[in-house]
């Protein structure tokens, strides 16, 4: 086994994943399940009916104290003080620069306790960063190895819920201390939907109840491969592909995710400029106009014979049956319906600017 394998974090659920016939690779130092019955099978399970994925590869890091609202709002983004308890909120950790360090959701769990969700590859540095931060008044907790996390989204996912737990679900973006886990109406896929964070040792028999109570409701285990079609579609990005410390969130446009009317927070000298000069360049939907090959993450993008960009992801939409990307472009290029071409395997193809995101429930 090569050295690089043996150093890989398994999943709580692994041996589960293995029983249930998933395909397993690396992914942010981790080995996850990629896909069980194949992509597109599970992609559709999620957009029609409801699919379950494992997330215990996200961090949980906890903040408490008289002082822990104050503290986020000056180290994040969004106004965590805004929240009620049992609400969750999306927001940006970001660093002097206004570069991003991670996206994450902040969850108020009670007046003085908070749970952050960040991602797998950033819950080290997202620890070490707040650490620094730190102040009297609040206490800082990494509980991910505490924690196995599961993701059951789509249009029956509510439903079951309550034929699993007999509860309802929070309303959407709530989160909710259960006796056996912490409850969060929210998803990485566009559709309805809740993460479940259990123990490590009941993660695996909260799957499977998930799994036998769903199969009523034609529910397909679901690998990190859908999960990703499905959040593109949506225009979610991607920490490490769409966000990054050389992007600001005004450039990956989450502008709405940044709160100006709290004061003073990390990055917001660099943003309040950026803000009056506007960003050089924005993050943009791509979508191919013609047959093509796949679009993926690194593909370069053209504009007559000028390279104007790379695509930070891309694939081929179950939903819609044609390949869509997103990439930083210059600013004054990135109008909707704007022709680009995408160089694919040292061929171009056209593509266009469109509005995000590239997928609706209604269409």
Known sequence: MPMD?????????DSLHRELGARCLPF?????????????????????????????????????????????????????????????????LLNE?????????????????????????????????LSLQATTGVRLENRSALYAGMAVQGPRASA????????????RLGARAEESGVVCRTGYTGEDGFEWFCPVGEG?????????????????????????SLRLEVCYPLNGSDLSLERTPLEAGLGWAVSWEKGHFIGRERLAEQKALGPPERLVAL??????????????????????GTLTSGTLSPSLGVGIAMAYLPTLEAKVGRPFEIEIRGRRFPAEVVKKPFYHRES
């Open 160 to 171: 079951l819920y309550e034929k699993t737990t007999g509860c309802q679900l929070p309303s």
């Open 5 to 13: 394998a043996e150093l890989l974090r398994r999943s709580p659920l």
């Open 287 to 308: 979508r191919m106009t013609g047959k093509s090959p796949p679009p993926r993450s690194g593909y370069e993008v053209f504009s007559g014979e000028v390279r104007v």
């Open 28 to 92: 942010a130092g981790w080995e996850m399940p990629i896909q069980y019955a194949g992509i597109m099978e599970e992609h559709r399970a999620v957009r029609e009916a409801v699919g379950i994925f494992d997330i215990s590869h996200m961090g949980e890091l906890v903040a408490s104290g008289p002082e822990v609202l104050p503290w986020l709002d000056r180290v994040l983004s969004n106004r965590a003080s805004a929240l009620a308890v049992g609400e969750g909120q999306y927001s940006l």
């Open 97 to 129: 620069e206004g570069g991003i360090i991670d996206d994450l959701i902040v969850y108020r769990l009670s007046e003085e306790e908070v749970l952050l969700v960040v991602n797998a590859s950033m819950e080290a540095e997202d620890f070490r960063w």
């Open 204 to 228: 695996a028999a909260w799957f499977e109840r998930f799994l036998d109570k769903g199969k009523s409701l034609g529910i397909q285990p679901c690998g990190l491969g859908a999960r990703d």
